[in-house]
């Protein structure tokens, strides 16, 4: 029981770490930053509302550094609970390997399958989901991401944003494409 207790503490005293550090999930990550991506992070993508961004750079840049760097500080102020990351199938393995080596963020990775039982975007381990997006854009995942019991979630990334095209025809009408939609929804 003391064990418990002792595990509960430290829990609750590390959630109040970015008060004393204000780079604090770069202590608790198994990383060190280059400098453009602890200016990205800390001065500029803490500081505003959390309504939506961009985070673009050129190939290579560490943007999944800056993403993870970020989703870690948010954990860890508890503003976050629920996290959805959708990428192209190549990037899925990379994404969650990145997550846990680098911030001991334990994402599941959600396939097809997954969904023929239960629906894995209600429960337990429905908080850290990454899923590729044409995985995501099947009827079957999509339908259970969009019953009614699944709590929204809190942030949701996009990688390959670029990827989720819309475009104005010459009779003016915006055409989407079914992943813009997918990302839109």
């Given at each position: 029981?003391?064990?418990?207790?002792?595990?509960?503490?430290?829990?609750?005293?590390?959630s109040f770490g970015h008060l004393a550090n204000p780079v604090f999930a770069t202590e608790i990550s198994s990383i060190?930053?280059?400098?453009?991506?602890?200016?990205?992070?800390?001065?500029?993508?803490?500081?505003?509302?959390?309504?939506?961004?961009?985070?673009?750079?050129?190939?290579?840049?560490?943007?999944?550094?800056?993403?993870?760097?970020?989703?870690?500080?948010?954990?860890?102020?508890?503003?976050?609970?629920?996290?959805?990351?959708?990428?192209?199938?190549?990037?899925?393995?990379?994404?969650?390997?990145?997550?846990?080596?680098?911030?001991?963020?334990?994402?599941?990775?959600?396939?097809?399958?997954?969904?023929?039982?239960?629906?894995?975007?209600?429960?337990?381990?429905?908080?850290?989901?990454?899923?590729?997006?044409?995985?995501?854009?099947?009827?079957?995942?999509?339908?259970?991401?969009?019953?009614?019991?699944?709590?929204?979630?809190?942030?949701?990334?996009?990688?390959?944003?670029?990827?989720?095209?819309?475009?104005?025809?010459?009779?003016?009408?915006?055409?989407?494409?079914?992943?813009?939609?997918?990302?839109?929804?």
């Amino acid at each position: 029981q003391p064990e418990v207790v002792k595990v509960l503490a430290e829990g609750e005293r590390l959630s109040f770490g970015h008060l004393a550090n204000p780079v604090f999930a770069t202590e608790i990550s198994s990383i060190d930053p280059l400098p453009h991506q602890t200016i990205a992070v800390y001065d500029h993508m803490l500081k505003q509302a959390r309504l939506r961004f961009l985070l673009a750079d050129d190939a290579g840049a560490g943007k999944t550094i800056m993403s993870g760097l970020y989703l870690r500080e948010m954990l860890s102020r508890r503003l976050l609970r629920r996290i959805l990351i959708v990428t192209p199938a190549g990037l899925v393995s990379n994404w969650r390997r990145e997550l846990l080596t680098l911030f001991n963020m334990p994402f599941r990775v959600l396939s097809g399958l997954d969904v023929r039982q239960d629906n894995p975007f209600v429960g337990e381990n429905s908080d850290l989901i990454i899923v590729s997006v044409d995985t995501l854009a099947s009827l079957r995942v999509f339908s259970r991401l969009a019953e009614a019991q699944v709590l929204p979630y809190d942030l949701v990334i996009f990688d390959e944003a670029h990827k989720l095209a819309a475009d104005r025809g010459s009779d003016m009408r915006v055409r989407k494409t079914d992943r813009y939609c997918l990302a839109e929804a």
